[in-house]
């Protein structure tokens, strides 16, 4: 369509794409919160918080975009021109998104999309689950002398031999997201380039929800400990000396530190 000198000034709406965090509402962070408060739509997927949307984004229209039993997913242009479109008509858009946008979350084709439109558009950075649900169940990803650094992968794919035996080599803390149907395949790929079997392996299911389960295990029996728990998405996997440190039921932190210490002074014993 031609625009004549005559005619109005389009709207232009605007676009937020914003961390939700890893599904409790309290992990969202206050920029989150009031990019939701003036929203005048919101599209969102189970993995961001939703319960209280309603409530958090008042003058909003809600769109699920998420797979669900019974709807039909968004697929990700689709996501990107409902962005677009809101936007052309004057909506400030937010696309709440779980856990961190540019963290496996596609946040940068939105963002993307945005540009090519014409759309002014922000990030709004999110507490990612990939550090925040292995926290949810005791494990810090880094602890002094015991590692010093933590490599996040995306299972969502098998890992080729190159990627398994440099994440085998490189030592330190491995966190797999979306790993739960590739983990028969890192696991024993992660041993067979020389990771020890011993090497402790914690599976987070729904973490920091109430439903949130924690499995452990080794890198030899974990294979078979999801499948006895009957383990399912969404879950983060976290393979590495730290998950020693997971809470026990309910550990006091006294006795956290405690073994904390204990591990510490294993692993120097072992060093030496
Ligand atoms: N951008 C997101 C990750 C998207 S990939 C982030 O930063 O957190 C989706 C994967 O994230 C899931 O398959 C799962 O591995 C993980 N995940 C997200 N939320 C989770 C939760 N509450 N509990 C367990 N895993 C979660």
Redesign the pocket.
């Known amino acids: 369509m031609m625009l004549r000198m005559t005619d109005p000034a389009p709207a232009l709406g605007r676009a937020t794409i914003a961390?939700g965090?890893?599904?409790d509402d309290a992990l969202l962070t206050a920029a989150a919160l009031e990019a939701l408060r003036t929203a005048d739509v919101v599209l969102y997927d189970r993995?961001a918080p939703h319960d209280r949307l309603a409530e958090l984004a008042p003058d909003a229209e809600l769109i699920d975009v998420g797979k669900r039993p019974g709807h039909h997913p968004v697929d990700q242009s689709g996501i990107n021109a409902l962005i677009v479109e809101h936007a052309r008509r004057g909506a400030h858009v937010v696309r709440l998104?779980?856990?961190?946008?540019?963290?496996?979350?596609r946040?940068s084709e939105e963002v993307l999309a945005c540009h090519a439109a014409g759309i002014p558009v922000v990030v709004v950075p999110?507490?990612?689950?990939?550090i925040?649900?292995p926290a949810a169940a005791g494990i810090p990803l880094t602890h002094r002398g015991i590692t010093r650094l933590f490599t996040v992968v995306?299972?969502?794919a098998p890992l080729d031999e190159d990627e398994l035996e440099h994440l085998a080599k490189l030592g330190g803390t491995i966190v797999?997201?979306?790993?739960?149907n590739t983990l028969p395949q890192i696991a024993p790929g992660l041993a067979r380039h020389g990771l020890g079997a011993g090497t402790p392996v914690a599976i987070?299911?729904?973490?920091?929800?109430p439903e949130?389960r924690t499995t452990i295990g080794s890198l030899d029996s974990i294979v078979v400990d999801a499948h006895t728990a009957g383990v399912a998405?969404?879950?983060?996997?976290v393979i590495g000396e730290v998950v020693r440190l997971a809470y026990a039921g309910d550990a006091t932190a006294a006795e956290l530190v405690d073994r904390a210490e204990r591990l510490g002074a294993t692993l120097s014993t072992a060093a030496t």
């Open positions: 961390g965090g890893p599904g993995l998104k779980g856990g961190d946008p540019y963290v496996f979350g946040g999110g507490v990612t689950s990939s925040a649900v995306s299972g969502h797999v997201l979306m790993g739960v987070i299911e729904r973490g920091c929800s949130q998405s969404p879950a983060v996997v």
